[in-house]
């Protein structure tokens, strides 16, 4: 073998091998400037705050450099910089100088466009994009959630029903004291932050099964992360690397040197988001530029200014307060309460790195664990290893509250005791090793069974998690066609809770059997999946219109992502046999008149309402299509509690998805790994490798990665 080799396999996947991991990761450096350089660079300006210098100098792009701007993921770094390890500076260092190498020969022709001369990669962005990628939008869910707790009772809504939304939450609820916390930001948020670069995760599956369950004898591994399809390029990259005889191959993000799900030959390790409360607020009591702090008395805020720079307009001035606590909403020179929120994981990012380069020589379950759960931000990991051991780690930094608080409920600041007091170890956080089922299943689900802590407060349903579970517990001699089939089941568990109260009261009509007929998937003919969906919606907007008002309820559903992310606590009072919720209602007299109401239509396939194009990150979908950056329609079967998530919903005026973006399983007895993705490896519109994997993705079919010498040479450009 040469000293280094990079090559492109026949669906354009980057293979490289070298004698050192050096200059594998120089070269992977250099992969993902050339086939992602547009995407990594506009992550970076997003991150930057920066975008109305570079992109465009509307109201619209200020509010998203100035949420960046307030995130500042851009501080602490030499802190960061200085902590990485000697193996992960190096690493970090050669991967830099690939993409340097690689931007220095031909940047994005995107850049003369908007008059860009983009910086050197550095190790800064490195930790930025870690940084992003751990927070976007799976963190900002949880806080969404916790600002509608303060709306709702600044809107008066009475103790009982509060209880019954966040059942087992609201330890030290002041109630008198959050009426009065002058909230200065609703929960819209910037509703373009979403459209250019940046990873919009919702959901995922991934599942580990012992080869007790298996045909090949061997424990086999599936991954299928649920973020945003409706763009191009994709938000997952695929590699195969090898060094001096050993390798790896699976999926990362360009920007970050890592791989982050995948499997080298001992180990294979999959993700999925774990809603763990890493996010707090504290009421700050302010006057004259201090919050007030016992027993100190009046302490003066840190005052940060930031410039953001405009095209062709003047510059504007933002001033942001910060404290222990975080960064204050509001104006503390005006007297009054605010929240102060901080994110745990703001100002980390060095030991996500750390850990993630030793994942290449890691050979077993146990190891992994250790490696993963010492990644800063919050992750349920499952992996296997050849030995046939398979395990599940839960990750993040999760502060340390005291006891009987959740972390949900705000707190006043100016008392110590509710101050973060650390973090808590990733050996106590939840994890499991060899479960006697043989299998461990994460759809991002609660999961702290698994461990003496609570970190999740808030999470999803565990409908996903359920039917996996059902299908793993009564299947033996698996193998990965089997998965394959699992990762693209449509049936509802959600649907059949619901269907169980409803089918007896549902009218007989034409429509009314359609859906007492409807075998609960999600496939792209059911009729029966759409009228469900209407009176599913209608529910919503009989009980929780009727506590929040028809206006509040659309604004949530439109506007945040609380309904699709913690639908689980407004199911729990649908199918609760009383609630509060109901007023003088009964809830079979709530869902006949939903039924009425909603079943009143012309029915439709399922999958005529789930028709998305996918669009170009740098010009959603302003080119006419026939220039060919946008790709489809394509129809995305499923719904937010089906196997094969397929969400699709509009959010301030613009559709945005959640799917499954990219597909993999692992069985430990061969040395490839099955994937399909929705896109290519190309961010280049001209490259025949732009789209090169949709077709398999659509038609649920699977490529195999494997480790193979260069046949033929392929230049890799």
Request: hydrophobic letters at 40%.
């Amino acid at each position: 073998m040469k000293t280094s080799e990079i090559w492109r396999d026949e669906h354009g996947v980057c293979h490289i091998a070298s004698d050192n991991k050096m200059d594998v990761f120089r070269l992977m450096g250099f992969a993902h400037a050339i086939d992602r350089g547009m995407q990594m660079l506009l992550m970076r300006i997003l991150g930057q705050g920066r975008a109305s210098e570079i992109l465009d100098a509307s109201e619209e792009m200020l509010a998203i450099d100035t949420f960046f701007r307030r995130m500042d993921w851009n501080g602490s770094m030499d802190l960061q910089i200085d902590a990485l390890s000697p193996e992960a500076r190096k690493l970090t260092e050669a991967y830099c100088a690939g993409a340097n190498q690689a931007f220095s020969e031909k940047r994005p022709w995107e850049c003369r466009l908007f008059g860009y001369r983009p910086e050197p990669w550095s190790a800064r962005d490195v930790i930025l994009i870690s940084r992003m990628v751990g927070y976007l939008t799976l963190a900002q869910s949880q806080g969404e959630m916790e600002r509608l707790l303060i709306e709702l009772i600044q809107a008066g809504l009475d103790q009982e029903r509060l209880d019954e939304l966040f059942p087992g939450i609201l330890g030290d609820l002041d109630v008198e004291l959050i009426k009065k916390i002058d909230l200065q930001e609703r929960l819209v948020a910037p509703p373009s932050l979403w459209n250019l670069a940046i990873p919009a995760a919702m959901a995922s599956n991934n599942w580990a099964v012992s080869g007790q369950k298996t045909a090949s004898g061997m424990p086999i591994l599936a991954n299928d992360p649920h973020l945003e399809v409706n763009r191009l390029p994709n938000v997952w990259y695929e590699v195969v690397l090898k060094i001096a005889g050993r390798w790896a191959m699976g999926a990362n993000m360009p920007g970050v040197p890592a791989l982050l799900i995948g499997r080298n030959p001992d180990l294979a390790w999959g993700a999925t988001y774990t809603f763990m409360d890493a996010t707090d607020s504290w009421i700050e009591k302010c006057k004259d530029g201090c919050y007030w702090r016992e027993p100190e008395g009046w302490v003066p805020f840190k005052k940060r200014t930031e410039i953001i720079r405009r095209k062709k307009k003047a510059p504007v001035t933002v001033t942001f307060y910060e404290n222990p606590h975080g960064i204050l909403e509001g104006d503390p020179q005006r007297e009054g309460l605010y929240l102060a929120t901080a994110w745990a994981p703001s100002f980390s990012g060095a030991q996500t790195v750390n850990s993630l380069v030793k994942m290449f020589e890691t050979r077993s379950v146990a190891e992994g664990m250790d490696l993963l759960g010492q990644v800063e931000t919050s992750w349920n990991w499952v992996l296997a290893d050849s030995q046939g051991n398979i395990g599940y780690q839960m990750s993040g930094l999760m502060p340390k509250r005291r006891p009987e608080v959740s972390g949900f409920v705000p707190l006043p600041g100016w008392e110590p005791q509710n101050d973060w007091h650390g973090f808590e170890r990733h050996t106590d956080l939840p994890r499991c090793l060899n479960p006697d089922c043989g299998y461990f299943v994460t759809a991002n689900q609660n999961l702290n069974a698994y461990s003496s802590l609570e970190p999740i407060n808030a999470g999803m349903g565990a409908y996903r998690s359920d039917r996996i579970s059902n299908r793993l517990a009564t299947a033996d001699g698996l193998t990965p066609e089997d998965m394959y089939r699992l990762q693209h089941d449509l049936y509802s568990a959600q649907a059949e809770r619901f269907m169980e109260i409803l089918a007896p009261l549902l009218p007989d009509t034409a429509n009314g059997r359609i859906l007492k007929e409807w075998n609960l998937e999600y496939d792209a003919a059911s009729k029966g999946a759409f009228l469900f969906d209407r009176i599913y919606r209608e529910l919503y907007r009989q009980v929780f219109g009727a506590g929040l008002g028809s206006a509040a309820v659309d604004h949530i559903e439109r506007h945040t992502g609380i309904f699709n992310d913690f639908f689980i606590n407004f199911d729990r009072i649908l199918l609760a046999d009383r609630s509060a919720w109901f007023g003088d209602r009964t809830r079979e007299a709530i869902y006949r008149d939903a039924a009425a109401k909603a079943l009143d239509v012309a029915p439709k396939a399922w999958g005529e309402t789930r028709r998305v194009t996918l669009k170009n990150i740098v010009f959603d979908g302003r080119l006419p299509k026939f220039f060919g950056f946008d790709r489809g329609p394509v129809t995305l079967p499923g719904s937010l509690a089906t196997p094969h998530q397929g969400q699709v919903f509009e959010s301030a005026g613009r559709q945005t998805t959640f799917a499954p973006s990219f597909r993999m399983v692992i069985d430990l007895a061969e040395e490839e790994i099955h994937t399909s993705m929705a896109g290519g490896p190309s961010d280049r519109r001209f490259s025949k490798w732009y789209v090169s994997d949709l077709e398999n993705w659509t038609k649920g079919r699977y490529k195999r990665l494997k480790i193979a010498p260069d046949p033929g040479h392929r230049p890799f450009k």
